[in-house]
């Protein structure tokens, strides 16, 4: 099972939105409504920020949205803060019965 | 609160055998199916294997297919994942994670233990 492919790095000044891909198949993202994103802050333990493709869990900041077109899901963080700044992972299920991960996108925030 | 703790992470050498332990608190741990999830030194997260809340079904990924065993214990609220035929590429932290109740991702995570495979 290949990782979901995202862009290695994504920057932004505070204030503007950035969006990261995450381009899967039609045996995972295509094929499911079940992509999720989650933040790494550097030597922390993951945190779920989105799941279900869009939703967001109790306590995430509304300025996380999430979205999926065909095999591509995105995760789109308006009014960028210094505290954004993370490695971030998508995640889908598969046709297989299992999980797979994106490659993770380190977001700056300059 | 959920908390998650991994324990059991050790250096072992090639070939050799570790078994991991993740004690649950503060949620019905066997109304849960778990997670564990992997991530080598520097690099991305990798899902290793999931289990259900009964313990079954039970999932693996092709990298430790036939060498990990996923397991879980609901009267000790644990999980355990028994590693064997250790390789040099499963050197990696290994987080324990707690999958959503009615929703399909990783809602709660441990804080990782070390696996180290080195002679």
């Known amino acids: 099972q290949s990782a979901l492919t995202q862009p290695a790095s994504v920057s932004g000044s505070p204030g503007q939105s950035i969006t990261i891909s995450c381009t899967g198949t039609?045996?995972?993202?295509?094929?499911?409504?079940?992509v999720s994103w989650y933040q790494q802050q550097q030597g922390k333990a993951p945190k779920l920020m989105i799941y279900?493709?869009?939703n967001r869990p109790s306590g995430v900041s509304n300025r996380f949205s999430g979205s999926k077109s065909g095999n591509t899901a995105s995760l789109t963080i308006s009014g960028l803060q210094a505290e954004d700044e993370a490695d971030y992972y998508c995640?889908?299920?598969?046709?297989?019965?299992?999980?797979?991960f994106g490659t993770g996108t380190k977001v700056t925030v300059l | 609160q959920v908390q998650l703790v991994e324990s059991g992470g050790d250096l072992v050498e090639p070939g050799g055998s570790l078994r991991l332990s993740c004690a649950a608190s503060?949620?019905?741990?066997?109304?849960?199916?778990m997670t564990w999830v992997r991530q080598a030194p520097g690099k991305g997260l990798e899902w290793v294997a999931h289990?259900?809340?009964?313990?079954?079904?039970?999932n693996y990924a092709d990298s430790v297919e036939g060498r990990f065993t996923i397991s879980r214990d609901n009267a000790k609220n644990s999980l355990y994942l028994q590693m064997n035929s250790l390789r040099a590429e499963d050197t990696a932290v290994y987080y324990c994670?707690?999958?959503?109740?009615?929703?399909?991702?990783?809602?709660?995570w441990g804080q990782g233990t070390l696996v180290t495979v080195s002679s």
């Open positions: 994670a707690r999958d959503g109740s009615a929703t399909v991702d990783f809602d709660s």
């Open positions: 503060g949620f019905t741990f066997s109304g849960y199916s």
């Open positions: 289990i259900g809340s009964s313990g079954s079904p039970m």
């Open positions: 039609s045996s995972d993202v295509g094929y499911y409504n079940f």
């Open positions: 279900e493709v869009s």
């Open positions: 995640s889908s299920y598969t046709r297989r019965s299992t999980y797979v």
